[in-house]
């Protein structure tokens, strides 16, 4: 049961309260002092939801007993009782103390002073309703930053890992260009290396890092590719319905993004299109790319290296699928890639 203090030095008033309360029957366990002293004890020793103390009393003034309440028992609420003879003292302890009620004497009907209890109680409930939240949700925080810890220290481990297989395959990758560049000029050389190293970068990140989900590959190419301000537009949609393979999500977005790679690079205005769609043996990803003929649109002047990142990209796309098909003319190119269900990851 919920404990309130009556403080009050007048016991006549004391008296009052107590009979009032009886009137109404008032089910709260009311504690009745007039020496500020033991109440003050009471609040050492045991938890209070009210405190309605006496503002003019002889040897402690109501103030100096909430300033002591609010270090003793920071959760009760606290009531003023005053006669009104000091209206300067009385704004003073209201403005000084977190004060909830004023009740002035005297007064004569019990719901005077049994009012001001039940909503002071109230209030008090509703305090510690909020605290016991808050401490849930700290918990609940706590627990989440545990997740977080554990989760961000298996990506820690992931990312080293994919460091380590990207700067070694990095290595084999630029040994062979070595030899594949030889017919290529050194500025010929340096685009191409430049451009298979991000190809494989993007390859880790899909495999090591993937599982983004078909959304998630389509807002990340777009930010990467779709800049329809400088006339490049890259869409892509899927009539594959629900429940796509991740391992066919992960090679139709490589894919994806290859073919928008590659048109980021060598051209300076683009429209790519692609369409995901599945049946019951596969699936089939058609991507389009077109770009102006009537203008020189290539970011690369070198048909050589062009014609060499085509072939590489080629090769790629066809080790992603079980089978390609690939169309070029004057003004875009086409490229078909057809995956079967429960094939062996590329």
């Known amino acids: 049961m919920d404990t309130i203090v009556i403080l009050d030095s007048d016991k006549k008033w004391i008296a009052n309260y107590k009979r009032m309360l009886a009137s109404v029957q008032f089910p709260f366990d009311c504690r009745f002092f007039y020496q500020p002293e033991d109440a003050i004890a009471f609040l050492t020793e045991y938890p209070v939801a009210v405190l309605a103390c006496e503002q003019d009393m002889s040897f402690m003034s109501g ?16 009531i003023v009782i005053t006669e009104n003879k000091d209206v300067a003292k009385t704004l003073e302890t209201i403005n000084g103390s977190r004060v909830f009620r004023l009740i002035v004497k005297p007064f004569f009907m019990a719901e005077d002073i049994e ?13 510690k309703q909020e605290e016991q939240q808050y401490k849930k949700k700290k918990v609940q925080l706590e627990a989440l930053q545990q997740k977080l810890a554990k989760l961000s220290g298996k990506l820690e481990e992931k990312r080293r890992r994919y460091d380590g297989i990207f700067h070694a395959a990095s290595g084999i990758v630029e040994a062979a260009l070595d030899t594949a560049c030889a017919e290529l000029s050194q500025k010929e050389s340096e685009f191409a290396k430049q451009a ?12 090591l890092f993937g599982q983004r989900g078909w959304n998630g590959y389509m807002k990340y190419l777009g ?3 779709h800049r329809p301000q400088q006339g490049c537009v890259f869409q892509a949609g899927s009539q594959a319905g629900e429940g796509v393979p991740p391992e066919i999500i992960d090679k139709v977005g490589y894919g994806m993004f290859l073919v928008g790679y590659l048109s980021q690079q060598l051209l300076e205005e683009y429209q790519v299109g692609a369409a995901l769609k599945g049946g019951e043996d596969g699936y089939v990803l058609q991507m389009l790319c077109r770009f102006p003929q009537d203008k020189d649109v290539f970011r690369v002047r070198s048909a050589a290296a062009r014609q060499f990142l085509g072939h590489l990209a080629e090769k790629i796309l066809g080790s992603l699928a079980e089978r390609m098909a690939a169309g070029v003319n004057g003004q875009g190119f086409a490229i078909q890639l057809v995956y079967g269900i429960g094939g062996n990851r590329q």
């Open 63 to 78: 103030k100096e007993v909430f300033d002591m309440a609010d270090i003793l028992s920071p959760d009760s609420v606290n």
């Open 115 to 127: 009012k001001p209890l039940r909503e002071a109680l109230e209030v008090y409930h509703a305090g």
């Open 196 to 207: 298979c190293g991000r190809m494989l970068q993007e390859f880790m990140g899909c495999y």
């Open 223 to 225: 930010q990467l590719f």
